[in-house]
């Protein structure tokens, strides 16, 4: 029996320019369409393109970001205005996935992609992690695994730990594949590794990242 179609929140495994593509037909979209999503949580200018010489929206400021000239710490910024961009996606695609319900037709309107139908699968790859460091906590970005009802995870600990298997560390549940690990230690260095859950009990982990919250 399908599924009730489902609005996809989560745009990470695209490129960049895919991602801005991406980003922009959802904004275009939900703004043609915004009477029939009364109530959506983040306004479209707050996403969006703004009048002209306004660089307040945060897709205009992951884009100005990307194209600019190569300077020290454009990769870092870049990733951090893509991630401010997602978890905006993600806020407003759940909303409209509770709002919207079974109906197609409303579904499509939004501008997102549609989730795939569940399939079987195996063993899954290795996932990339991406960490960005904040006040006591640290935002993560887990790169996509090409299957469908997969679940993401990251173990962690103080970078100082010798312990050498990550299933021995303090684990964390990613309910999407980016999001926020709050409450760590200011100034202390922790490694991390993600990594992908689906129907194989045997764990993939990413290659080790170490951040330190600030």
Known sequence: MAKSPKLNTDLSDLSDSNFYDAVMLIFNLL??????????????GTLGPLPAGSLGSMIVIYNT???S?????????????????????????????DFC?????????????????SEAQGKLEQTVLTLIPGIQEVDFSISNVKANAVRYGLMYTKADNLEP????????YAAHRHGTIKNLESKVDYK???????????????????????
């Open 31 to 44: 703004t043609l369409n915004t009477a029939l999503y009364p109530g959506i949580p983040i306004a479209m």
């Open 65 to 67: 970001v990307r194209n």
């Open 69 to 97: 000239a190569p300077y020290a710490g454009k990769t870092g910024d870049t990733a951090t205005a893509r991630l401010k961009t997602q978890k905006m996606i993600t806020k407003n695609g759940n909303w409209l996935n």
């Open 101 to 117: 319900g079974p109906d197609l037709g409303l579904l499509q309107k939004t501008g997102y992609p549609l989730q795939k139908e």
């Open 165 to 172: 298997n990550p299933a021995l560390w303090t684990f964390f």
């Open 192 to 214: 991390f590794v993600s990594f992908a859950m689906g129907t194989v009990a045997d764990l993939t982990y990413s290659d080790p990242v170490v951040a330190r919250p600030l």
